[in-house]
C-alpha cells in the first residue's frame, strides 16, 4: 500500500539551507493547502506520506483494499514536518499523514478541511501522528433473512472491509483520536442498502462499536428504492444518492435526469413519501400501486412522455404541488377536484384546449399555469377560486377574458401574455395586491384607465399590441411610460 502511493509523489528539490523543501502534489487551478506534523514529543516528523482524498472518497471493495483510489493525490513532509497541496480546488477534503516505523509500526494524523478556490492559501493546524487503531463492529442483520453480505468504508480513507456473514467486521490502520464516518452497504440477494455512522476512534486498539441497525422500515423502504434503480438498470446508483430520509423513513426522492422509463409497482411501499422529483425522464405512466404514497405533498413529473395525467395522482389527496410542465398531455380529467390540498399546479407547455371548470373548486389553489398550452378561453367559474394569486396563461389562443375574473381579489399575478385579448376588465384596478401584469404580444386596443390608480403594480409589459393614439387616454401614456419606457415604439398601429 505504502509503496503504490510512494510511486506517485514527487520529490522537490532543496532549499538553501540544506533542508528538503516540503514536497508539493500539483492538482488544478484553486488553493494551496499547508499543514504540519509532530510526534508525541513535539519533534517534526519528516518524509511521512501525505494523501488527499476527497471527503466522499470511499475504498474499492471489489478491488484489492489496498490499491490507489484515482481521486487522490500524494506528497511527503520536509524536515520541518511540513507538507503542501498546491491548486486545490474547492471541496471538503480528508488528507491522511502515515508514517511507517524502522520494525514496521505505523503512526497516522488525519486532517479534515474545505478549500475555497477564492483563497490562495489555506494554513491548517499541526497535528500528532499517533498509532494507528483497529476498530471492530457489527451490523445489525436483523431483518435480511439470512441473506446477508456486506462492505465497510471509512469515508475519506482508502480503508474498508468485507462484513462477515453474522454482520462483524475489522478495519485496521485507522488514525487515532479522529472521528471517522463510516459508511455501510448491505446486500441481500441482489438489493443493495446503504447507511452511515459516525464513529471516534479515541481509546485503545481495538474499539468495539455497538451494533449498525438496519430497522425493518429502513430496509423495507431501501429496498424499494433499490428496485426502483434496478428496474431501470441503474444498478451502479446507490440508494443514498437519490434519497433523504428522516429517522429511518425515506420521505424524498429526487430521480432528476436518470433517464427513468419506468416506475415499478415496489413505489407503493414507501407509505412515508412526501416529495417525489421525478423531473427529465422519458417516464408515460404511473403504476396504480403509487396511489398508496397517500402522504405525498409534492409531485413532480415536468419534462417527461405523459400523455395523460395517471389516474392514481388524483388519489393523492395530501397532494400540495403538482408540476407537469412539458409533458404531452391534452385532457384534465374531473377527478382533478378529488385534490381537495392543492395550492400550486403548474402544468404549462401541453396540448390542453380546455379547462374543466372542476378545477376551480379546490378550496386551496393558489398557483395556476397553463402557459404554452392550446387554450381559446377561461371558464366563466374562474372567478369562483378566490384563494388564486398566480394566473399564468401565457401563449394561448384566448381572446377575452370572463367577467368573472373580477373576483379573484386575492390576484398578485396575471400572465397572459401571447394570446388574442383585445381588452383586459377594469377590475383589475381594484386589487390591492395585484403586482404583476403581462398582456404583451396581444391585440389590446385599448387599456382601462383604472388600472392607473392602482399604486401595487409593480411590473406591466404591454409591447407588441394595438394601443395606439387617439386610442390610449394621456393619463394611461403617462403612466405606461413610468411603468414600461418605450412601449409605444413596439405597438403595431396599422
Not at 463510516?182 to 462499536?209: C, E, H, N
Not at 381572446?399 to 383589475?428: F, M, T
Request: net charge negative; with cysteine; charged share 20%.
Amino acid at each position: 500500500y505504502i509503496a503504490g502511493l510512494c510511486a506517485v509523489a514527487f520529490i522537490a528539490g532543496c532549499s538553501n539551507s540544506g533542508e528538503k523543501n516540503p514536497v508539493a502534489g500539483e492538482l488544478g487551478p484553486g488553493t494551496e493547502v499547508i499543514g504540519k506534523v509532530v510526534d508525541e514529543t513535539g519533534q517534526p516528523v519528516a518524509e511521512a506520506l501525505a494523501v488527499l482524498r476527497p471527503s466522499y472518497h470511499k475504498a474499492d471493495t471489489t478491488a484489492a483494499l489496498a490499491k490507489r483510489a484515482v481521486d487522490s493525490a500524494a506528497t511527503y513532509t520536509d524536515d520541518a514536518g511540513v507538507f503542501i497541496f498546491r491548486e486545490i480546488d474547492s471541496g471538503a477534503y480528508r488528507i491522511e499523514v502515515i508514517k511507517q516505523g524502522p520494525s514496521g509500526e505505523a503512526t497516522a494524523a488525519l486532517f479534515s478541511f474545505f478549500a475555497d478556490d477564492s483563497m490562495q492559501t489555506l494554513d491548517l493546524h499541526t497535528d500528532t501522528v499517533l498509532p494507528v487503531v483497529t476498530l471492530n463492529g457489527a451490523i445489525d442483520t436483523t431483518g435480511f433473512r439470512g441473506l446477508f453480505s456486506g462492505f465497510v468504508f471509512a469515508a475519506g480513507l482508502d480503508k474498508a472491509a468485507r462484513c462477515s456473514g453474522s454482520g462483524s467486521f475489522s478495519i485496521a490502520g485507522l488514525p487515532q483520536d479522529e472521528l471517522i464516518e463510516l459508511v455501510v452497504g448491505a446486500q441481500s440477494g441482489t438489493i443493495v442498502m446503504d447507511s452511515s455512522v459516525a464513529v471516534s476512534t479515541k481509546g485503545v486498539s481495538p474499539i468495539r462499536i455497538p451494533p449498525i441497525p438496519f430497522p425493518v422500515e429502513y430496509i423495507r423502504d431501501t429496498l424499494a428504492v433499490r428496485a426502483l434503480l434496478d428496474t431501470n438498470n441503474l444498478r451502479d446508483t446507490g440508494v443514498l444518492s437519490v434519497v433523504h430520509i428522516t429517522g429511518v423513513k425515506i420521505d424524498t426522492l429526487w430521480l432528476d435526469t436518470l433517464a427513468l422509463k419506468v416506475i415499478p409497482s415496489s413505489i407503493g411501499e414507501l407509505g412515508d413519501l412526501a416529495g417525489f422529483y421525478c423531473t427529465g425522464n422519458v417516464i408515460s405512466t404511473l403504476p396504480d400501486e403509487f396511489a398508496q404514497c397517500r402522504s405525498l405533498k409534492t409531485l413532480d413529473l415536468a419534462n417527461n412522455n405523459l400523455t395523460a395525467i395517471p389516474d392514481a395522482v388524483f388519489i393523492l389527496d395530501s397532494l400540495v404541488n403538482l408540476y407537469l410542465t412539458h409533458n404531452e398531455i391534452d385532457s384534465i380529467p374531473l377527478l382533478i377536484s378529488s385534490l381537495v390540498n392543492l395550492e400550486t399546479f403548474y402544468i404549462q407547455t401541453n396540448y390542453i384546449r380546455k379547462i374543466p371548470p372542476e378545477l376551480f373548486s379546490l378550496p386551496n389553489l393558489k398557483q395556476l399555469s397553463f402557459a404554452r398550452n392550446r387554450l381559446s378561453s377561461l371558464p366563466s367559474e374562474t372567478g369562483q377560486c378566490i384563494t388564486l394569486e398566480k394566473l399564468s396563461i401565457s401563449d394561448n389562443r384566448i381572446d377575452s377574458l370572463p367577467q368573472e375574473i373580477c373576483n379573484l381579489v386575492n390576484l398578485e399575478e396575471l400572465l397572459c401574455g401571447k394570446n388574442l385579448l383585445e381588452s383586459i376588465p377594469s377590475c383589475l384596478g381594484t386589487f390591492s395586491g395585484l403586482f404583476s401584469i403581462e398582456v404583451h404580444e396581444n391585440e389590446l386596443i385599448s387599456f382601462p384607465g383604472e388600472l392607473v390608480s392602482n399604486l401595487y403594480i409593480s411590473h406591466l409589459r404591454v409591447d407588441h399590441n394595438r394601443l395606439c393614439s387617439p386610442a390610449v387616454p394621456d393619463s394611461v401614456r403617462s403612466w405606461f411610460d413610468i411603468m414600461q419606457p418605450g412601449w409605444d415604439t413596439t405597438q403595431v398601429c396599422q
